[in-house]
């Protein structure tokens, strides 16, 4: 098996049956398997995604207008720990693992072997353009696979320069960016995958579990929903402002793990909307439309959309916009009710519900109207309520007392549950999500037990009945 790094091209003019024709031969070839490629590959990765690093931030200035540290923070910073950890770690990661092996297969032993799947795709969305490619790549590149990654054509100058990136550093039977909209994402999920990786909406990850089921792919769809925040009567107020603040307006809200609404306890609700008022204007100031480091909605649909969802009588805060620039400020609404179409929907902006509610029991009771979230955020001192929610509400990840930190952790798994989503990533769980867990039992040729072969006879079954129990 050679281990000699490809020949890279920025041949453009492959078809999508050519290019999954070269994959597919390059991956029987055995080449992406060794650690030494796998490790290679990251370290140019890394190489490549520093050389591109300015790049990368003009833009997503243009398509989302981050500011440069934002995007430090939330998409190039996470991709290089994320590589810096698999680099780190990929060989132990390879490392067949011993298991125990039961009296009733002695003297066999036993042990778990992580292979490649093959043919990956990579689904993303626009709201971390960059990162949302980036970090599932990672993981197929540690676990030994060949990808393609379709970036989302609503952020066009982020899917421009990973395009470039790549295309220009990998061959394309290795890794290999294709830029289209829905109809090539369609096309792309008409062909047959060894594992599918999709981020984006709750609908949109159906259609693709549809496609992935006519030909039994396996998927990990990293989806989105509306996640809570709680805030008890325990909790420290301006802590929680200033931690709902950074979770809610980072990106203008447009984050899948951002607090989709707040839910308080009736006895401190005016304090808490008086902490996130003082918050909102300490971190944005008094007029945060002029504010340069405020973020933009991703487009003028998604600016329509979020209008609608702003009712002007139930605006406690902010609520003013400049359609010309796709700006939302800062928002909080109060008065909301459960059929309101705020809560109709992932909001997915920069707007806020705070919904009184009369103790953590009740809570309860309106997070699970809804599907399971991806996240859930709770306030509180209180470790009897840590564990009351944590027990008792299911949700994807999250934090006591903080808000997004919990992704900020390769340590941790990151991923929904039900509606908001199936599998995880992140870490060593990125590198799972890409391999198949193969069982292995070796035996030897010289001993044997002669109670698992015919005849079967009483004496045997005794036996057996000791062993299996
Ligand atoms: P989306 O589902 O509209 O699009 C995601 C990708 O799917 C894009 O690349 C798009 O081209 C493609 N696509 C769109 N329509 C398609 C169709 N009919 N058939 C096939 N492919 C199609 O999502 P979005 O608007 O880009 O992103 C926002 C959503 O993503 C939110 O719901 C958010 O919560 C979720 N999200 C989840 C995570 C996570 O890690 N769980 C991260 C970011 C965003």
């Known amino acids: 098996m050679s281990h000699a790094l490809p020949a890279t091209t920025t041949d453009t003019t492959l078809t999508l049956d050519e290019l999954i024709k070269r994959q597919d031969q390059y991956f029987q070839s055995g080449a ?85 799947l093959g043919r990956t795709l990579i689904i993303s969305p626009w709201n ?41 550093s990998f061959a394309p039977e290795f890794i290999h960016v294709m830029n289209g909209g829905v109809k090539l994402s369609q096309q792309l999920l008409d062909e047959r995958w ?15 579990a549809a496609a992935a089921a006519k030909h039994l792919t396996p998927c990990t769809l990293e989806l989105g929903g509306k996640s809570p925040c709680l805030v008890t ?56 439309l002029r504010n340069e480091q405020l973020p933009r909605i991703i487009n003028e649909r998604h600016f329509q959309r979020l209008t609608r969802l702003i009712e002007p009588g139930k605006v406690n805060f902010g609520g003013r916009m400049d359609a010309g620039q796709l700006l939302i400020e800062p928002t909080l609404m109060t008065g909301v009710q459960v059929h309101d179409p705020v809560m109709q929907e992932e909001i997915f902006g920069p707007v806020l519900p705070i919904i009184p509610v009369k103790d953590l029991e009740h809570a309860k009771k309106y997070i699970q109207g809804f599907e399971k979230p991806l996240a859930l955020y709770l306030f509180s001192g209180d470790k009897r309520e840590h564990q009351n929610i944590i027990r008792s509400v299911s949700f994807g990840g999250g934090c006591i007392n903080d808000t997004l930190m919990h992704l900020a952790n390769p340590k941790l798994p990151f991923g929904g549950v039900g509606a908001s989503g199936t599998g995880a990533y992140h870490g060593k769980y990125s590198f799972d999500a890409f391999s198949h867990r193969k069982a292995v039992l070796v035996n030897g040729t010289g001993l044997d037990l002669p109670v698992r072969y015919f005849p079967w006879i009483p004496s045997k079954e005794k036996i057996l009945r000791l062993l299996l129990k």
């Open 233 to 288: 009567r325990n909790a420290n107020l301006d802590v929680a402002a200033r931690r709902i603040v950074f979770g809610k307006f980072l990106n203008a809200g447009q984050t899948c793990v951002a607090p989709d609404y707040v839910l308080v306890e009736d006895a401190i609700h005016d304090a808490l909307i008086e902490a996130l008022r003082r918050e909102i204007t300490l971190r944005f100031g008094s007029d945060p």
């Open 32 to 116: 992406t398997r060794s650690y030494e490629f796998r490790h290679a590959q990251l370290q140019k990765l890394l190489q490549v995604a520093q050389k591109y690093e300015k790049a990368i931030l003009d833009a997503l200035a243009h398509d989302l207008r981050k500011h440069e540290t934002e995007s430090f923070l939330a998409e190039i910073g996470i991709t290089y720990a994320e590589i810096s950890d698999a680099l780190k770690h990929l060989k132990r990661w390879m490392k067949p693992q011993r298991v125990g092996s039961p009296l009733a297969v002695w003297p066999a032993r036993s042990h778990i072997v992580s292979e490649p």
């Open 194 to 208: 060894d594992h599918i990786f999709f981020t984006g909406s709750t609908a949109i990850g159906k259609v693709v």
């Open 128 to 168: 971390y353009p960059y990162q949302l490619c980036i970090t599932p790549l990672i993981g197929a590149i540690a676990a030994g696979n060949v990808a393609v990654i379709k970036p989302s054509e609503l952020a066009p100058h982020t899917a421009a320069v990973l395009e470039k990136m790549i295309n220009e």
